[in-house]
């Protein structure tokens, strides 16, 4: 920023209200500085040090740098894929509550978030793990066309989980499937 710039070579751009830079070309930093101050005592901001000249833009630091928070803010928003959804049962589970817990499970996949599936035991029960591994074994094989089971369940206290996570597939088709959302709705604007 400013004097701390190293280059002399610098390609300056302005932003514009539409969201656009307007490139005022390629001056030495002494023009950019003072081209700054007659601005309204803005600042020199290196955006680019790899380009060549490297590019600099002429704003007020503290505007650029809130829009580049609420930039990668919306970014985290949007990228809320690898959100970690939650199915809890029980080992002695009735083959009707079974069925709903996969398609709750079968959901959370479909939408590209993983899911961690957990099996609790109450008092005594924590002795029949082996059933409680073999019915997570069981929701992975049922599942295995849309997910991977991340390694082996794992015990943590009275509970036993494994993390589902979504095939490559069913990642690549949401994405595509945004794109052409974001696409749209650009082409409406």
């Known amino acids: ?6 280059q002399n070579e610098l390609r300056v751009v302005t932003p514009n209200p539409k969201g656009k830079d307007d490139i005022l070309g390629v001056m030495s930093k002494a023009e950019a500085l003072e081209m700054a101050k007659e601005l309204g005592g ?15 833009s002429i704003q007020d630091y503290s505007k650029y740098r809130y829009n580049k928070e609420k930039k990668s803010k919306e970014k985290k928003k949007a990228n809320k894929s690898n959100e970690l ?11 009707g509550d079974y069925d709903v817990r996969k398609k709750s499970a079968d959901k959370f996949i479909n939408q590209g978030n993983r899911v961690k599936c957990t099996i609790q035991f109450k008092g005594r ?8 591994v073999d019915l997570l074994n069981k929701l ?4 295995t066309k849309i997910c991977v089971m991340e390694g082996k369940p794992k015990r943590e206290g009275r509970s036993l989980s494994c993390i589902m996570t979504p095939r490559p597939e069913i990642t690549k088709n949401l994405n595509e499937k945004k794109r052409k959302e974001d696409k749209d709705k650009k082409q409406k604007k």
């Open 140 to 143: 992975a094989a049922d599942l």
């Open 125 to 132: 029960e924590v002795q029949h793990e082996k059933l409680g």
């Open 42 to 56: 803005l600042d020199l901001i290196l955006i680019n040090p790899n380009a060549d000249p490297p590019v600099c």
């Open 1 to 6: 920023m400013n004097n701390e710039i190293e």
């Open 85 to 95: 959804k939650e199915v809890k049962m029980t080992y002695k589970i009735d083959s």
